[in-house]
């Protein structure tokens, strides 16, 4: 059985303090009492045999949106939202909409962030972010705030290991390769990414290149072409492109997949019958386009269900070590891509 002197150990502070923080004492931040309460809680200490303690139980979790650009990948955080709120639910949590934040360049977001979590009285919270490193969580981690990220993130500047719920990129480049090469016979194949690639996206291009060149494409990579977010005639990538002359071209994700549409039908390409195009994540459009495009999907949703498993495990005491977990990507095919051309 843990003891005081164990929970005060970890958490920095004097036995007394555990004592006081324990029992709901007005001398102790609330700051002070959450932490020592979570620390508590992830050793195994059985609060609720505190005599004369009943600590809340909200039975509710929290979505936190953190980001850069605020209609970047709306698509991507309405569809793992609705699969949280649909497991939290069967398993007897609210969930409350912590905020939507925008994370300037600066550390001044932790006390932003941690005071929003705390006055929302969430048990636990699910991070939705686009943003690689993410900036203001030092202070909830310090605070051992039970927190579950979606996607591959860090914390910018902790060396201290996240829970992470997020889609197989590498896998799902392989899966792209593997239908464009192994299954339709192109060889001339090129990746159109975007200039400032995160590492999710990377880890599509380098398993897409993994099997090409297992496949035996050598000098492969250099089919490699880097255009702006947003089509724009005049990047060299497209002249690039054009150079290579590609019988398939795999989009490292949806928006520049729209991009390699817009820069095929401007060039006067045919799809499928001059260039076969996949594109890694799918869009609204994608299903109804001319012709519809063939993607490697995934499962935004299921992110979503896992994240709530995750977090509730940690929250009914489960002792588990911070991890990542993987959900596999799917590939859909649609007619924007055929057999090489003769």
Request: glycine letters at 8%.
């Amino acid at each position: 059985m843990p003891t005081f002197e164990d929970i005060a150990k970890i958490a920095g502070v004097s036995k007394a303090t555990v004592s006081l923080a324990l029992s709901d004492s007005s001398k102790i931040s609330m700051e002070t009492k959450i932490k020592v309460r979570n620390i508590a809680r992830s050793i195994g200490y059985n609060l609720d045999g505190l005599e004369g303690v009943k600590w809340p139980r909200n039975r509710s979790i929290g979505i936190l949106y953190v980001t850069h650009v605020p209609d970047f990948e709306k698509d991507f955080f309405r569809d793992t939202l609705i699969g949280v709120t649909e497991d939290a639910s069967s398993k007897g949590y609210d969930v409350v909409l912590v905020g939507n934040h925008m994370q300037p360049n600066t550390d001044d977001m932790a006390d932003v962030i941690a005071d929003k979590v705390m006055q929302s009285g969430v048990e636990g919270v699910i991070v939705i972010s686009s943003i690689p490193n993410l900036k203001g969580f030092r202070k909830l981690q310090d605070m051992h705030f039970p927190m579950v990220f979606i996607g591959n993130r860090k914390v910018d500047g902790s060396g201290r290991h996240i829970f992470n719920v997020c889609s197989d990129h590498y896998n799902g480049g392989k899966l792209a390769a593997e239908y464009l090469h192994d299954d339709l016979g192109h060889t001339r194949i090129a990746v159109v990414g975007r200039l400032q690639m995160p590492h999710w996206e990377m880890d599509r291009v380098n398993g897409f290149f993994s099997h090409l060149r297992d496949s035996g494409l050598s000098d492969i990579e250099t089919n490699k072409v880097l255009v702006s977010d947003r089509f724009k005639p005049e990047d060299e990538g497209w002249k690039r492109l054009e150079q290579i002359r590609p019988t398939a071209v795999f989009a490292i994700n949806a928006n520049i997949g729209m991009s390699v549409l817009h820069y095929l039908r401007s060039a006067g390409k045919r799809i499928p019958e001059d260039v076969s195009v996949i594109v890694f994540d799918d869009f609204a459009s994608f299903p109804y386009e001319h012709p519809p495009i063939t993607v490697i999907k995934q499962n935004k949703e299921a992110l979503g269900n896992l994240a709530v498993k995750v977090l509730t495990d940690l929250l009914e005491n489960k002792k588990a070590p911070p991890r990542q977990l993987l959900i596999s990507t799917e590939l859909i095919v649609r007619q924007s891509c055929a057999p090489v051309p003769n």
